[in-house]
C-alpha cells in the first residue's frame, strides 16, 4: 500500500519567501507529526495532530511556522518569511492509535522535503 | 524534559556485531523506539520497547532496563546495508510525542 508522501521533495527559496510543504499520510491514520532535521542533528519535533483534537504546536520554533491539517488527512505546514538557519530536512510522519497500550504506535515517515533558503 | 544521549559515531566490520547504545533521563517512562535511518532517506521503524528485557528480530535485538535508563541495540552478522545512522526515542508522561536522540552513525566496513 501507499506509504506517507511528501511535495516537493526539494525546494530552494530567497530568503523573506513563504514556503508550503505537503504530506499526504496513509490512509486511516489518525496521527501526523511535523519534524525538521538538521544536518548531523536529530529529529526535532514541530508539531502533532492526533484526530480532531486540537494540535500540540508546542515545538514550533516560531510565529512564523505554521500548519494544518484539512479533513483528517492531508497536512501544510507553512513557513513565512523564510531565514536561513529553516535550512533543513522536513520530515513527516503518521502513525494509527492501536488498542494495545504496548503497540507504540510506531511512526512512518514520509521521504521528506529537503529545504534551502539562500 | 527529557536527557537522550548516543554515540555520534561506530564502525564496525563486515559480519561482526555491534552494540549501540542508549541512554535516557526522564519521568513517566513508557517507551523506547528504535529506527534506522540511511543517508538521504525516511527513519523506518525497527522496535519498540515498553518491559525489561530483550527482544529479538532476526539480526537485530533490543534491549531495556528501565531501572537504569539504559537501552542497546544489537546488530549481529553485520552487512554493508547496515550503514546508517540509528536513532533513539523515547516516550515519556503519556505523551503521544517521542523525543529523539541524535542518532549514532554507523558504519560498516569490510
Not at chain 1, 533543513?88 to 529537503?114: H, I, K, N, W
Not at chain 2, 529506527?35 to 528480530?57: I, R
Request: aromatic share 10%; charged share 15%; with cysteine.
Amino acid at each position: 500500500g501507499a506509504g506517507v508522501s511528501q511535495s516537493p521533495s526539494n525546494k530552494v527559496t530567497e530568503k523573506g519567501k513563504d514556503v508550503e510543504l505537503r504530506c499526504d499520510p496513509i490512509s486511516g491514520h489518525t496521527a501526523l507529526y511535523w519534524y525538521r532535521q538538521s544536518l548531523g542533528q536529530g529529529l526535532e519535533f514541530l508539531i502533532y495532530f492526533q484526530g480532531n483534537s486540537a494540535p500540540d504546536k508546542s515545538g514550533l520554533p516560531s510565529d512564523r511556522f505554521s500548519a494544518e491539517r484539512t479533513g483528517g488527512s492531508v497536512s501544510t505546514l507553512t513557513i513565512q518569511r523564510t531565514q536561513q538557519e529553516d535550512s533543513a530536512v522536513y520530515l513527516c510522519a503518521s502513525s494509527s492509535m492501536g488498542l494495545d497500550g504496548l503497540a507504540g504506535y510506531e511512526q512512518y515517515f514520509g521521504p521528506g522535503t529537503r529545504l534551502t533558503v539562500t | 524534559g527529557q536527557n537522550i544521549d548516543q554515540p555520534t559515531e561506530m564502525t564496525a566490520t563486515e559480519g561482526a556485531i555491534v552494540q549501540i547504545n542508549c541512554t535516557y533521563q526522564t519521568s513517566g517512562f513508557n517507551g523506547l523506539f528504535w529506527y534506522q535511518q540511511h543517508a538521504g532517506e525516511a527513519p523506518t521503524f525497527l522496535s519498540y520497547n515498553v518491559l525489561d528485557g530483550l527482544e529479538e528480530k532476526g539480526r537485530f535485538s533490543s534491549f531495556l532496563s528501565r531501572s537504569k535508563g539504559y537501552s542497546y541495540l544489537l546488530l549481529k552478522e553485520l552487512q554493508m546495508k547496515d550503514s546508517a545512522s540509528y536513532l533513539c526515542a523515547v516516550k515519556a508522561g503519556g505523551s503521544y510525542i517521542p523525543t529523539f536522540g541524535r542518532g549514532t552513525s554507523l558504519i560498516v566496513h569490510p
